[in-house]
């Protein structure tokens, strides 16, 4: 089992910067890919960023790339997402997730966190 708690949503005003953290427990944190997904109000849930087990590869949605980052400490058992001009259509409630498989499923992840909102203002 591994237990993640998301943290660091808030409000921002556009083209600002945030960073998420997705604090792990229970089994090894170091064995797992992690990924954050989002769901925006009123829509589906997204994938946003994945990173490997070891933090050696990442890969990212297309609305995202080149303005948010992946990073994992297997040290601190703590993936991080640091989100950088942010848009109003970045608003949404952010997830930390887990899985084994890599690339990460299509559908479904072992394990999910509760989440952090993150709301961009115009």
């Known amino acids: 089992q591994v237990q993640l708690v998301e943290a660091g949503g808030g409000l921002v005003q556009a083209g600002g910067s945030l960073r998420l953290s997705c604090a792990a427990s229970?089994?090894?944190?170091?064995?797992?890919?992690m990924g954050w997904f989002r769901q925006p109000p009123g829509k589906e849930r997204e994938f946003v960023a994945a990173i490997n087990w070891s933090g050696g590869r990442t890969y990212y949605a297309g609305s995202v790339k080149g303005r948010f980052t992946i990073a994992r400490d297997n040290n601190n058992n703590t993936g991080y997402l640091q989100m950088n001009s942010l848009k109003p259509e970045d608003t949404a409630n952010y997830y930390c997730?887990?899985?084994?498989?890599?690339?990460?499923?299509?559908?479904?992840?072992?394990?999910w966190g509760k989440g952090t909102v993150v709301t961009v203002s115009s």
């Open positions: 997730a887990a899985d084994r498989q890599w690339p990460l499923p299509s559908n479904g992840m072992d394990y």
């Open positions: 229970g089994r090894t944190f170091s064995s797992y890919n």
